[in-house]
């Protein structure tokens, strides 16, 4: 029998995770008192299940490194949080992924302008995949008239615009307070999840 | 205030429509810079439609109309100098050009334009995005469709 603890399930569903991979044991004498998710990549949706021994149980299982992926890092998870994030505020990434591509050919139903292209699409999408287990909460996905997609977070007032264009280029935008005008910057996408990390600190 | 073109010139209170869908809809009636297309954003000019009529014109998936104003537009843009270059890029500037069209006859334009040129034209991507921060910031949510 495989155990599989309700809790740990929802810390899964929490961090929004699709791609849990469970590294866990079976026990012919007793479920495991305590289980829990950790993220072990800062920027994949790939968890370990960590499990402890009860007192009743005489086996003790234990994750092992997952072959070919990243080594768990369980603190992870604890250092988000102490950042001021809740486990909500780990986005689904899927939805949001699903969500841009939705956006894509007959599915940017606007009058004006054109569809994102294939280039704003996979940038749009890859950005997202790399925020996903930051402390970021779930960005607003928005199409661009003229032709793109903005990725929109925002917290405690402060927002931070991605938008990457059909023509290739991708623009930050930092708004720390209404009164303030807004910083542009021009970015390269592997520098985005730095950059919003630094802004939200 | 913007310049303008075209046989009928917009007075400076005249309202500007433009068709909306949701994801362009922000809180409190504000407009997501997202819906500004650059160089050529189409709106209708309140002088030959009504709010209503521009809200008919909206396809099923368009569910609401923002307005500005001709005069309350921005009118020029002018970069950051380049200290190691020393000729600086022209400034980009909004012209308001009506345009009128067999199906739509209030159809007008705000047009992107480098200064001096008579042609729309884009700019580069961080110039871009603060005309249509600068553009969707006069513009508030004004007509929804009934749900």
């Known amino acids: ?201 | 205030m913007p310049k303008q073109e075209g046989t009928t010139p917009f007075q400076e209170t005249e309202a500007l429509y433009r068709r909306l869908i949701e994801d362009w809809v922000g809180e409190d009636g504000a407009v997501d810079p997202a819906a500004i297309e650059v160089p050529q954003c189409s709106v209708d000019r309140a002088l030959l439609a009504t709010p209503e009529q521009a809200l008919a014109r909206c396809n099923d998936a368009e569910v609401a109309i923002a307005t500005t104003t001709f005069g309350a537009l921005p009118d020029r843009f002018v970069a950051e100098p380049i200290p190691t270059q020393p000729v600086q890029p022209k400034p980009y500037e909004l012209i308001v050009v009506f345009v009128p069209e067999k199906q739509n006859a209030a159809h007008s334009h705000i047009e992107v334009r480098q200064e001096g040129s008579a042609e729309p034209r884009k700019p580069k991507s961080v110039m871009k995005q603060r005309i249509r921060d600068e553009v969707a910031a006069t513009m508030r949510v004004t007509h929804r469709k009934p749900p």
Not at chain 1, 88 to 106: K, L, S, T
């Open chain 1, 1 to 201: 029998m495989t155990y599989f603890d309700p809790t740990c399930l929802q810390d899964i569903r929490a961090a929004g995770s699709s791609n849990v991979e469970y590294a866990g044991s079976q026990s012919a004498a007793g479920a495991p008192s305590a289980t829990r998710a950790v993220p072990t990549h800062a920027t994949h949706s790939v968890f370990a299940l960590v499990v402890t021994k009860s007192s009743a149980a005489p086996r003790n299982i234990e994750a092992q490194p997952l072959q070919g992926r990243a080594v768990p890092d369980p603190t992870l998870h604890d250092r988000l949080r102490e950042n001021g994030s809740t486990s909500n505020e780990i986005f689904p990434v899927d939805a949001v992924v699903a969500r841009i591509r939705g956006f894509a050919g007959n599915g940017y139903r606007s009058s004006y302008g054109v569809a994102p292209g294939e280039w704003a699409i996979d940038t749009v999408t890859s950005i997202a995949r790399m925020l996903c287990n930051s402390s970021l909460s779930e960005p607003r996905v928005v199409p661009m008239a003229d032709g793109g997609i903005s990725l929109v977070f925002s917290r405690a007032g402060r927002v931070a615009r991605v938008d990457v264009t059909n023509e290739e280029d991708i623009v930050l935008t930092k708004r720390s307070n209404t009164e303030l005008p807004p910083e542009y910057f021009e970015v390269a996408r592997d520098d985005v999840a730095r950059l919003l990390s630094e802004f939200f600190a």
